[in-house]
């Protein structure tokens, strides 16, 4: 499980300045997040750690803000728990980034979605779903190669070009759970993700599980007479 080692470079320069304010931004969508179950820590998933991370950015081409390493589960999102990226090469698999914290290990995920939408403010909440994203390819929802796994460039590229068709939605198909929902401010974004999980549960009530009875097949049949 590759959720907390981080695969890319980066360079970290000291806080910025306004870190305590983008705390305040990203703490009400990193807590409703939690709620919906899509970050966070379970003792009992990927060896007990943080899973899921949170951005934001103007689309003014300067770049994002993002949660730090682990704090999925964090009850306060403090400065130190918030880091700048002030730029980022996807090809060089690197970010240049200021805060007390390393960035998120899916930072470049993050980046490749900022990057797709210029001119436009963008949130983007990388959550872990396993029910979403077992049920993608019978929804129909975007999926990037399962043979680009997380923090590659491959899939880097397979996000931006995603983000680039712009459904809001993106099943990171060589990331176990990994999904990425992405939209215009917070609340939207959230929406979209708990709409995705909504729809995955109305499948899984449709379908019936393996081993379980066919019900449907069984009342058909006449009852018996003796
Ligand atoms: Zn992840």
């Known amino acids: 499980m590759t959720e907390a080692v981080i695969q890319f470079r980066y360079t970290l320069a000291s806080a910025a300045p306004d870190a305590a304010a983008a705390a305040a931004m990203l703490a009400p969508v990193l807590a409703a997040a939690q709620k919906l179950g899509v970050m966070g820590r379970d003792a009992a998933r990927y060896d007990g750690l ?5 951005s934001y ?3 003014d ?3 994002f803000w993002i949660t730090a390493t682990q704090t999925a589960d964090l009850g306060r999102l403090s400065s130190d728990d918030v880091v700048r990226i002030d730029g ?3 090809a060089e698999n690197s970010v240049t980034a200021r805060g007390t914290h390393p960035p998120s290990s899916e930072a470049l995920s ?3 979605i900022h990057g797709a939408r210029p001119g436009r403010p ?3 909440l990388h959550g872990h779903a396993p029910s979403v994203w077992s049920a993608a390819e019978a929804l129909g929802w975007p999926v990037t190669d399962p043979a680009a796994a997380n923090g590659t460039l491959a899939m880097a590229e397979a996000v931006t070009a995603l983000a680039e068709a712009g459904s809001g939605l993106i099943v990171m198909g060589g990331h176990t759970d990994g999904v990425l929902a992405y939209a215009g401010d917070g609340s939207a974004t959230l929406s979209l993700f ?3 999980l909504d729809c995955a549960r109305g499948l899984r009530a449709q379908t019936p599980q393996p081993g379980s009875p066919q019900t449907g097949q069984f009342h058909a049949r006449p009852p018996h007479r003796h």
Do not use: D, E, I, R
Not at 50 to 54: S, V
């Open 122 to 124: 963008t949130w983007v």
């Open 110 to 112: 993050h980046a490749a």
């Open 194 to 196: 708990a709409h995705a």
């Open 61 to 63: 081409g300067q770049g």
């Open 57 to 59: 950015g103007s689309g």
């Open 88 to 90: 980022w090469s996807l």
């Open 50 to 54: 943080a899973f899921g991370n949170l």
